[in-house]
């Protein structure tokens, strides 16, 4: 059985873009948990948590966004 990348390698940045993915997760993690910390621990304030809420998803957001991005240039390497 042939070795994927052997056939089709990743782009020379791929290191480069997954690691920036990997920073974007942590991120959006640690406003989950920060959220979660908002609502708990004897301190309750929805409105912190809302807003952690809303910074992980602006987050995940854009992870989609440049999954999808990366989804389309493999596609393409895959053709040419």
Same mark, same amino acid.
């Given at each position: 059985?042939?070795? +994927?990348?052997?056939?089709?390698? +990743? +782009? +020379? ?7 920036? *993915?990997?920073? *974007? @997760? ?12 908002? *609502? =708990? %621990? =004897? ?8 807003? %952690? ?6 987050? *995940?957001?854009?992870? %989609? ?12 390497? @895959?053709?040419?």
């Amino acid at each position: 059985m042939a070795n +994927p990348q052997a056939v089709n390698p +990743p +782009p +020379p940045d791929w290191a480069k873009r997954v690691s920036a *993915l990997s920073v *974007l @997760c942590g991120e959006a993690a640690r406003h989950m948990a920060e959220a979660r910390v908002s *609502l =708990g %621990h =004897g301190a309750f304030d929805p409105d912190g948590a809302f807003a %952690h809420l809303d910074q992980a998803l602006a987050i *995940l957001r854009s992870l %989609h966004a440049a999954g999808s991005l990366i989804d389309r240039e493999e596609s393409d390497l @895959c053709r040419a």
